[in-house]
C-alpha cells in the first residue's frame, strides 16, 4: 500500500496513519442502550446516521471493568457510520509526541540502510486531517504530561500542538473539523493512577458506563461465536445462575465456555464437570468470593447471637 502522506498546506510532510481495519467476522449483539448514548454525544441522527450539523458533538468516556465490551461498542459504532476510525492504545510509555508526530527513520530496502528520516503522523492527527472517529483505548493508563496536548483537540480549537515540528496541526477544512468525533474508554479501577486530571476528565464528559451482560444476553453470543452443545449451554445456565454470578465479562464468558467444550470433548465428561472445570481454571470469582462486602451477611441481625453469649 502507498502511504499517504500529508500536510502541505503548513509546510509539512507526514504519514498518515492507515485507519482501523474492523474485522469483517465480527459479531455484536445487544447494547443498544450504550449504542445510542454514544450516538446522542456524536450527534448522529438515530435514523440515517448522519452527523447532525446543526449539534455539537461530545467527546464520550465508556467505562467499565475489562472485558465487558467497551472496544466492541466502539467498533460497532465505526461500522455503523461508515466512517474511518482511528485508536491509540494508551499505556505508561506513551509521549506527547505519540499523540502528533513522530521522527521515522526511512523504510530500507533490505539491502540497503534507509536514507535519512520523516514524519509519521499519529491515529489522532490521521483523524483530525481525515475528518474520522478517533477511540482513545485506556486513557487513564497514559502519565499526566502526554495528556496535556489532548486539551487543545478536545474543545473547540480541534487541534494538536507538536513539539517536534513546533507547529499546531489542524484538520486541513471545516467539513472533516465538523466530522471529527473523539472518544475515549478507561476502567477506572485499572490504573496506579486512577482518573483523570480535572482539565481531561471534564473534556470527556458524559460517562457511559459499561457493566457486566447479563446471562440472557450472554448465552446468544456464546452461541454464535462458540455453538456450543444445547447441553454445555444449559450447564453454563444452571452454574451461572446457582451462584448468581455478577462478575462475568462477555470475553471470560466465551474462555470459559470455549474451555469447557475443550474438556468436554478431550475427557468425555459431561457438560456440567466441563464447566465446573473451566471454571475452576477460568479463575471466575463467584458473588461470596468476591471480596467485596456481601450486603446479605451485612444485614443478618444477630438473632441467634445467644449461642456466642453461652460460649
Ligand atoms: N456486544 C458484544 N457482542 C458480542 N461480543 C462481545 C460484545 N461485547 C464484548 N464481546 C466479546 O467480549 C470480548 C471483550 O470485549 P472488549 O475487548 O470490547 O472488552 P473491553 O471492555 O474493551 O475490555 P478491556 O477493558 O480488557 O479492554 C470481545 O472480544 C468479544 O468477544
Ligand atoms: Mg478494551
Given at each position: 500500500?502507498?502511504?499517504?502522506?500529508?500536510?502541505?498546506e503548513?509546510?509539512?510532510?507526514?504519514?498518515?496513519?492507515?485507519?482501523?481495519?474492523?474485522?469483517?467476522?465480527?459479531?455484536?449483539?445487544?447494547?443498544?442502550?450504550?449504542?445510542?448514548?454514544?450516538?446522542?454525544?456524536?450527534?448522529?441522527?438515530?435514523?440515517?446516521?448522519?452527523?447532525?450539523?446543526?449539534?455539537?458533538?461530545?467527546?464520550?468516556?465508556?467505562?467499565?471493568?475489562?472485558?465487558?465490551?467497551?472496544?466492541?461498542?466502539?467498533?460497532?459504532?465505526?461500522?455503523?457510520?461508515?466512517?474511518?476510525?482511528?485508536?491509540?492504545?494508551?499505556?505508561?510509555?506513551?509521549?506527547?509526541?505519540?499523540?502528533?508526530?513522530?521522527?521515522?527513520?526511512?523504510?530500507?530496502?533490505?539491502?540497503?540502510?534507509?536514507?535519512?528520516?520523516?514524519?509519521?503522523?499519529?491515529?489522532?492527527?490521521?483523524?483530525?486531517?481525515?475528518g474520522?472517529?478517533?477511540?482513545?483505548?485506556?486513557?487513564?493508563?497514559?502519565?499526566?504530561?502526554?495528556?496535556?496536548?489532548?486539551?487543545?483537540?478536545?474543545?473547540?480549537?480541534?487541534?494538536?500542538?507538536?513539539?517536534?515540528?513546533?507547529?499546531?496541526?489542524s484538520p486541513p477544512n471545516e467539513d472533516f473539523k465538523a466530522?471529527?468525533?473523539?472518544?475515549?474508554?478507561?476502567?477506572?479501577?485499572?490504573?496506579?493512577?486512577?482518573?483523570?486530571?480535572?482539565?481531561?476528565?471534564?473534556?470527556?464528559?458524559?460517562?457511559?458506563?459499561?457493566?457486566?451482560?447479563?446471562?440472557?444476553?450472554?448465552?446468544?453470543?456464546?452461541?454464535?461465536?462458540?455453538?456450543?452443545?444445547?447441553?454445555?449451554?444449559?450447564?453454563?445456565?444452571?452454574?451461572?445462575?446457582?451462584?448468581?454470578?455478577?462478575?462475568?465479562?462477555?470475553?471470560?464468558?466465551?474462555?470459559?465456555?470455549?474451555?469447557?467444550?475443550?474438556?468436554?470433548?478431550?475427557?468425555?465428561?459431561?457438560?456440567?464437570?466441563?464447566?465446573?472445570?473451566?471454571?475452576?481454571?477460568?479463575?471466575?470469582?463467584?458473588?461470596?468470593?468476591?471480596?467485596?462486602?456481601?450486603?446479605?451477611?451485612?444485614?443478618?441481625?444477630?438473632?441467634?447471637?445467644?449461642?456466642?453469649?453461652?460460649?
Amino acid at each position: 500500500m502507498d502511504p499517504e502522506f500529508d500536510g502541505s498546506e503548513l509546510g509539512l510532510r507526514f504519514r498518515l496513519a492507515p485507519p482501523f481495519a474492523l474485522e469483517s467476522a465480527r459479531i455484536f449483539q445487544k447494547r443498544e442502550r450504550e449504542l445510542q448514548q454514544c450516538f446522542a454525544c456524536w450527534a448522529v441522527d438515530g435514523e440515517t446516521k448522519v452527523f447532525l450539523d446543526t449539534m455539537r458533538p461530545l467527546n464520550f468516556r465508556l467505562e467499565g471493568p475489562p472485558g465487558v465490551g467497551k472496544n466492541e461498542i466502539v467498533y460497532e459504532l465505526a461500522s455503523q457510520l461508515g466512517r474511518p476510525l482511528y485508536v491509540i492504545q494508551g499505556h505508561e510509555e506513551l509521549t506527547p509526541e505519540d499523540l502528533a508526530l513522530v521522527l521515522v527513520p526511512n523504510a530500507s530496502d533490505g539491502s540497503t540502510p534507509g536514507v535519512g528520516f520523516s514524519y509519521n503522523a499519529s491515529p489522532l492527527v490521521s483523524a483530525l486531517r481525515r475528518g474520522g472517529l478517533f477511540f482513545f483505548d485506556e486513557i487513564n493508563r497514559v502519565p499526566e504530561r502526554t495528556l496535556a496536548p489532548l486539551a487543545s483537540v478536545l474543545d473547540d480549537r480541534k487541534r494538536i500542538y507538536s513539539a517536534l515540528v513546533a507547529r499546531d496541526i489542524s484538520p486541513p477544512n471545516e467539513d472533516f473539523k465538523a466530522s471529527f468525533r473523539f472518544c475515549c474508554a478507561m476502567n477506572p479501577e485499572g490504573s496506579a493512577r486512577g482518573g483523570l486530571p480535572d482539565y481531561i476528565d471534564e473534556r470527556t464528559l458524559p460517562v457511559i458506563r459499561v457493566d457486566y451482560m447479563s446471562l440472557d444476553d450472554l448465552v446468544p453470543i456464546l452461541s454464535k461465536y462458540l455453538n456450543p452443545s444445547t447441553e454445555l449451554l444449559h450447564a453454563f445456565r444452571t452454574w451461572y445462575e446457582e451462584d448468581e454470578r455478577r462478575h462475568l465479562s462477555t470475553r471470560q464468558a466465551r474462555t470459559l465456555v470455549q474451555y469447557a467444550m475443550s474438556i468436554a470433548w478431550q475427557t468425555k465428561v459431561g457438560p456440567d464437570d466441563a464447566i465446573r472445570q473451566s471454571s475452576e481454571q477460568v479463575g471466575i470469582k463467584s458473588k461470596t468470593d468476591d471480596g467485596e462486602p456481601d450486603n446479605d451477611a451485612d444485614e443478618e441481625e444477630p438473632d441467634d447471637s445467644d449461642d456466642d453469649g453461652k460460649q
